[in-house]
């Protein structure tokens, strides 16, 4: 007959407590009541587990070796509660996150610091994968949250967007139009331009844009990375439209100019990526809200 997890508690409570009115007080039941549990337990398991003396009881050895399993069952129990509690409370934990490389270089970093800042106790990972890996990893369980530059077309996984990215154009500091002011579309287009290379949500995303104003680029060179095209955009390979977080640093210590184009703004959705149905646990919440705050941020900053 399988253990009775209750009755095992009343055992508990008597062997601690070295007699049954005692175990009663604390347990806060009759002392018939624990009387009777205690005798149901016994027969269920066969044994006699204490002898009932005229002051209190006395283990046998078959209460003995119980009452030791009884202990460890009990203490691992209030440490499993405990542990529990911690992790609600966001004292410890575990969290997994992927972004896609201009959201995992360029916006996360700061974000991570003040995670750990805020919650010390939580263990973090953290991952840069192009969007096709998060959404594979995800469905394996190896991640919590992800965060990608395009929505996941999947049942399983569920896609929020948590900001929006504004790209903007740019050259050297020494550049023709950077001298200008304002330019307009097709003045950008007449440039040669340095972009991402084919398939690139990034370069999809402006081609579409100019595409909507019946324009086009001549594409000087395609590169695999935000940072290589800033770098060659600086050596004056050609013009570019990139990540606004991406090029804040270079704009403030004029290593490159943000153009102002009067007719061209190019947006794109910044999504958080959650497991469909799944629980999300106190860690991946804390780190959600704390992403979705910064977007919360960077939309105010838009508007104003």
Not at 224 to 245: C, D, R
Request: charged fraction near 25%.
């Amino acid at each position: 007959m399988p253990l009775n997890f209750g009755h095992l508690e009343i055992f508990h409570a008597v062997a601690e407590a070295g007699s049954v009115s005692r175990a009663a007080e604390r347990l806060m039941v009759s002392q018939p009541g624990v009387s009777k549990q205690l005798k149901q337990l016994e027969e269920s398991l066969q044994t006699v587990l204490v002898d009932r003396l005229p002051r209190g009881i006395r283990l046998t050895a078959a209460g003995e070796a119980l009452a030791d399993y009884a202990r460890r069952i009990f203490s691992l129990a209030g440490e499993a509660e405990r542990v529990m509690g911690e992790m609600a409370g966001l004292r410890r934990g575990r969290l997994a996150v992927a972004a896609t490389t201009t959201i995992g270089v360029y916006l996360l970093p700061p974000i991570l610091v003040r995670y750990r800042r805020a919650y010390p106790g939580v263990e973090m990972r953290m991952e840069v994968q192009p969007t096709g890996s998060i959404q594979r990893i995800m469905k394996m369980g190896r991640i919590d949250v992800g965060l990608a530059e395009s929505v996941v077309e999947d049942e399983a996984i569920e896609s929020r967007v948590f900001m929006r990215d504004r790209l903007f154009p740019i050259a050297p500091p020494g550049h023709r139009l950077a001298k200008k002011g304002e330019i307009s579309a097709e003045e950008l287009c007449a440039e040669p331009f340095v972009v991402r290379e084919v398939g690139s949500g990034g370069r999809s995303l402006v081609e579409e844009a100019l595409g909507a104003r019946g324009l086009g680029v001549e594409v000087a060179m395609s590169l695999g990375s935000t940072e290589a095209i800033k770098h060659a955009v600086m050596e004056g390979v050609g013009v570019a439209i990139v990540s606004g977080l991406a090029i804040a640093a270079d704009v403030r210590i004029g290593r490159l100019a943000r153009l102002k184009v009067k007719d061209l703004v190019v947006e794109r959705p910044w999504y958080v990526l959650t497991p469909r149905g799944a629980h999300v646990s106190a860690a991946a919440r804390a780190f959600i809200e704390m992403v979705g705050g910064l977007g919360r941020v960077e939309g105010r900053k838009r508007a104003r």
